[in-house]
């Protein structure tokens, strides 16, 4: 955490905001879960076993990020359309 609350960080977030109209970076720590058995290790710390936990999963095992310039047009649900007649008298 303590990257995030370096003066580079800071800068950068209000450079951000001053050209982009950006809202700047949101901080939230994620919660130790209850059942999680890892004595000595300090709530400030968990953040770094999390990362780690992730990185220790294969790439192949989460997936592939496709950008968005890569995705094909979302072809549209298709529903039954309901025909009424009208009549002249309804116009």
């Avoid at 990257?3 to 919660?31: A, H």
């Avoid at 209850?34 to 192949?60: I, M, Q, T």
């Avoid at 072809?75 to 008298?89: L, N, Q, T, W």
């Amino acid at each position: 955490m303590e990257f995030y609350n370096s003066k580079m960080v800071k800068r950068v977030e209000e450079d951000l905001k001053k050209n982009f109209k950006w809202n700047g970076f949101r901080q939230s720590t994620i919660p130790k879960p209850e059942n999680l058995k890892a004595e000595g290790l300090h709530p400030r710390d968990y953040h770094r076993l999390l990362v780690a936990y992730g990185l220790s999963f294969p790439y192949d095992d989460i997936g592939i990020i496709v950008p968005p310039s890569e995705l094909g047009d979302i072809p549209m649900p298709k529903r039954p359309r309901k025909y009424e007649f009208i009549s002249k008298d309804q116009v």
